[in-house]
C-alpha cells in the first residue's frame, strides 16, 4: 500500500486503483505514474506561480539547516493514525518527519506544482505524491484521512472536512505577524499570508481546537541561509537581491491541530 492507493479519480471521483505503472478508476480514466513516483492528477497545466524546481532547491537547503526543525515535531507530533495527507506540500519535508513518528503510516503529499510533488515523493519511504491544487476538489475519496497537514500552504476547510474520517485531524501551521519580521523589513519580502492566531480559527468554523502551540525565535543566520530563505518563497518571481548579510531570523509560529467537525 501506499498513498497512492487511497486516491481517487479527479475526474469521475470513483476510487483509484493502481497497476504496474498506472492509476485507473472504474470508469476507465487511467494516470500515469511518472518514472520519479508521482501522478499529476491535476488535469490542467499548472498555474505560473506554482512553486519552480529552484524555488524548492533553496526550501530544501533552508530546511536542510534545522531552524524549522521545531515546527516539524510539534506538526508530527499533532498528526494520528495512519493515512496521512500533507496539501501544499513542497519538498515533503514536513510529511517526512510525520512519517518518521508515526512508523505504521503511510503519508500522501499534494502540491499543485509539477516540481514539488517530484520531490515529495522521494522525501521518505512511506511517502507518495500528487499533483493537485487544494482550491479545486481534491483527488481523494470521503472520509479517507485520518491527518490532513496544511503547512504555510493554502487550506479548504471544506475540502478537508470531506476527505477526513469523521474524529479526522487537521494540522495547521501558520506564520504569526513576527514571523520572519526582520527579514522581510529588510529585504522587502513578500507577506507569506501571515496572519492574526485568531483568524486562523475563525477560518475554521466548527472546528474543535485540540491542541495550540506557539513557536518562537530568534537566531543569527549565514548570507547563504538568508539567500535561500528569499529564494524559496514568492519573491523568486519578482526578483531576489544582488547581495545578501547575514541577518536575524525571527521565528514566530503557530501549530494548531483541529478536529474535523463531522466528529460530532
Ligand atoms: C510556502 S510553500 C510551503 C511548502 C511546504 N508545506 C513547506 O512548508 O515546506 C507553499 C506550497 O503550496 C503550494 N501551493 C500553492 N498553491 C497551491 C494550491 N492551490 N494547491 C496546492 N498547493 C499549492 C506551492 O506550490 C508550495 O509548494
Ligand atoms: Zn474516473
Same mark, same amino acid.
Given at each position: ?51 519552480? #524546481? ?5 526550501? %530544501?537547503?533552508?530546511? !536542510? @539547516? ?5 515546527? /516539524?515535531?510539534? =506538526? &508530527? ?31 500522501? #503529499? ?5 516540481? %514539488?510533488?517530484?520531490? !515529495? @515523493? ?5 511517502? /507518495?505524491?500528487? =499533483? &493537485? ?132
Amino acid at each position: 500500500m501506499s498513498g497512492l492507493d487511497w486516491t481517487a479519480c479527479p475526474v469521475c471521483n470513483l476510487p483509484l486503483s493502481r497497476r504496474d505503472h498506472v492509476l485507473r478508476c472504474a470508469d476507465g480514466h487511467s494516470f500515469d505514474i511518472a518514472r520519479q513516483g508521482y501522478v499529476n492528477l491535476l488535469g490542467r497545466t499548472p498555474p505560473a506561480n506554482a512553486d519552480t #524546481a529552484e524555488m524548492l532547491d533553496a526550501r %530544501a537547503r533552508f530546511l !536542510a @539547516a534545522g531552524h524549522y526543525d521545531p515546527i /516539524a515535531d510539534a =506538526v &508530527a507530533a499533532a498528526a494520528r493514525g495512519t493515512r496521512i495527507a500533507e496539501v501544499g506540500a513542497g519538498t515533503g519535508f514536513y510529511l517526512a518527519r510525520v512519517l518518521d513518528a508515526h512508523p505504521d503510516a503511510e503519508g500522501l #503529499a499534494t502540491d499543485v506544482s509539477v516540481a %514539488a510533488a517530484k520531490r !515529495a @515523493a522521494r522525501s521518505h519511504p512511506r511517502a /507518495a505524491a500528487v =499533483v &493537485a491544487d487544494t482550491w479545486a476538489r481534491l483527488p481523494l475519496p470521503d472520509d479517507s484521512l485520518h491527518t490532513v497537514v496544511c503547512v504555510f500552504a493554502p487550506r479548504n476547510p471544506a475540502e478537508f472536512e470531506r476527505v477526513l474520517r469523521p474524529g479526522g485531524r487537521l494540522v495547521v501551521a501558520q506564520p504569526l505577524p513576527g514571523h520572519l519580521a526582520g527579514l522581510r523589513e529588510r529585504y522587502g519580502l513578500l507577506g507569506v499570508g501571515e496572519d492574526k492566531s485568531e483568524r486562523l480559527a475563525a477560518s475554521l468554523p466548527g472546528w474543535d481546537v485540540t491542541s495550540r502551540g506557539r513557536l518562537t525565535d530568534r537566531v543569527e543566520i549565514p548570507a547563504a541561509v538568508v539567500a535561500d530563505l528569499i529564494a524559496m518563497g514568492p519573491n523568486a518571481f519578482h526578483g531576489l537581491p544582488d547581495h545578501v548579510e547575514d541577518a536575524f531570523l525571527d521565528v514566530d509560529v503557530e501549530v494548531i491541530a483541529l478536529v474535523s467537525p463531522t466528529a460530532a
